[in-house]
Structure formats: C-alpha cells, structure tokens
C-alpha cells in the first residue's frame, strides 16, 4: 500500500491515520460481496463526508485528497465505476458532460458499459448513482417537465429556452414536449456531441439546438428570440458570482412579459459532496438559499414582478425564480 508523509492536523487526532481509514473502507469491498457493496459504497462516501468536515481549510482538504486519499488502493477500486471514472476522466473537459448525467439518469445508452464492469462494481453502483446528488439530479429533470408542462397549460404554443441543455433529458419526461404542444423550443449546448443526441432523440418533437456558450449568449442574445420559460439546470455550478450574474441578466431580456427564468445550483450541504471532489475530482462551486437570491440583485427593479428560492423535495439543489413584469 502506498504510503504518505503528508501530516494531518489535530482535527484528524481520532483516526490512527487517513490511510487506516481508507484501508478498512478498501476492506469492505475485497472481503465483501455483491449483497454488501451498496453498503460498502455508502461507507466510504460517509469516511470521505467525515474527514473533509475534520479539515481545518478547504486547502487542507485539497491536501488529503492529493496525498493520501488517491494513494490508496480504493481510488483505483472507485474508478471501476463507470459513472465514477467518466466524471473523473473529464474527455469532454469537465466532470459533469452529459454522458456522466446519463449515467444518474440510468438512460438505456449506458448500459453496454454497465455490462462490462465486474458484478462488485455493478451492485455498488446501486449506491453510487442512487446517493443524493444523483437523486437530485433526477428530481431535477422532473421539477423542469412539470413547469413544462404547466406552462403548456397555461398558454397555448409557448416558448422555451434551455441554456447548457446537456442531452436535455427532460424533454422526454415533458408530455408537453411529446404532444407538440409548444410553439418552440430552443436548446443550446457548447458541447456538438450533446447536441446531437437532441437531435436524434427530440428534435422529431420540434426542439431545436444551437451551439454556443455562456460567452456567446451574452454577446449574442437579442438575436434568439423572446421565451416564456428559460432556464439552465446543471450550468451555475460551474458559474462564478460575476458570469453568474451577468447571464442571468441576458435570460432575463429573453424573457417575454409574465416569463420566468430558472437557474439551479447545488446547495452547499450536500452529503455526496467529498465524495465526488475526492474520488470524482467533481469539484463544484456551491450556493445556498441567500447566495442564490444575491444572483438576482443587478436586475432592473422595475422589471422585475416577482422572485423566489425553492428546492428539490430532498433539499440539495436549490432554484432561483425570476418572473418578468407582464
């Protein structure tokens, strides 16, 4: 086993050592069984909660990570996950691309890879993909369908914008969106692979896709057109306080009068959150409730009729509503 020479803080004075920890976390997968790897799984996320919370600093954390967590022999084992290995791997340049999402999704395109990892890493990901950030994720989506459809109800052929749509999974939980109920439906994406499995799975519905950037859509905005919803789902994770604000700025001027723009982020709280930084290398920027609503405060007052914060059922993903004066 590899060691470390890195010293731990007094905060760590409970355990013997990171790497004893870690050992026994490793422990519980070779001496384990399928039965018991979702348990296994959880262990470790929990040990990596626990010792990131023990951290003095977030460059002490940083510290662990680098010098004894990804010395251990559970970092390779970690890695068999798919879902795992993909966001660490980041082929698209970021840990949180679209085909990682399809893996919380459990989509139907996912599973020849699912067939080729050893059954232990299979009954883990049971865990893995079922914790709480990919729940959220998943509620996510349905939270997104739902004010779809909503809207669908409410007026006839609406429009809609989709900012970073990934695979825009959503839009096949969207009855709307299959019933050809909306008058349009834009969705952007910087990356031309995800753009074109929108193509292939939705654009027979009318979605249309388009490649740009955070970067493009503030310069370009005005020339999109105007939406009665708009909304980016995963992208203000990745979003500092300065380019957050200044996109939020844009989806709101494509709004239409009585529209609404949604961003979402995830809270800082949540429980998978060492988990995917130390194995995952998914390093997010966090927002709470008062940090979400502050995104808001460069809009014109005057425009604005109202706004509001909610979560996901489970509370690790937070919202942000702005809705345009009619």
Not at 167 to 183: I, P
């Amino acid at each position: 086993m590899a060691t470390s020479t890195a010293v731990l803080s007094p905060s760590f004075l409970p355990f013997r050592s990171c790497e004893d920890e870690l050992s026994k976390a490793f422990a519980s997968f070779v001496d384990g069984d399928v039965a018991t790897a979702p348990m296994a799984a959880r262990r470790l996320r929990d040990l990596l909660t626990d010792i990131r919370q023990r951290c003095s600093s977030e460059d002490e954390w940083r510290r662990i990570v680098d010098e004894q967590v990804r010395q251990q022999p559970v970092y390779p084992m970690a890695l068999q996950d798919p879902f795992v290995r993909r966001a660490n791997a980041k082929p698209r340049g970021y840990a949180g691309d679209a085909v990682m999402l399809d893996y919380i999704y459990q989509h139907p395109s996912r599973q020849a890879d699912l067939d080729e990892v050893p059954p232990m890493t299979r009954a883990a990901m049971q865990f893995t993909t079922n914790a709480n950030a990919p729940r959220a994720v998943r509620n996510r989506a349905a939270l997104l369908a739902a004010e779809i459809d909503a809207l669908a109800r409410r007026k006839a052929r609406p429009a809609v914008f989709s900012m970073a749509c990934g695979h825009l999974r959503e839009a096949l939980m969207s009855r709307a969106v299959q019933a050809g109920e909306l008058g349009r439906f834009l969705a952007i994406d910087q990356d031309p692979e995800s753009l074109a499995v929108v193509s292939g799975d939705v654009g027979r519905f009318g979605v249309e896709v388009r490649e740009g950037s955070v970067k493009t859509v503030i310069a370009r905005g005005a020339t999109l057109g105007k939406f009665d919803f708009v909304y980016a789902a995963g992208l203000y994770d990745y979003l500092n306080e300065k380019w957050g604000q200044r996109l939020l700025e844009e989806l709101f001027n494509l709004l239409e009068p009585g529209g609404k723009v949604w961003v979402a982020n995830f809270k800082p709280g949540i429980d998978d959150r060492a988990y995917m930084e130390a194995l995952m290398d998914w390093w997010l920027i966090y927002r709470d409730e008062a940090e979400m609503m502050s995104l808001a405060d460069s809009l014109p007052a005057e425009l604005v009729a109202r706004k509001r914060v909610f979560t996901e059922h489970e509370d690790n993903i937070v919202f942000l509503e702005v809705v345009r004066r009619g």
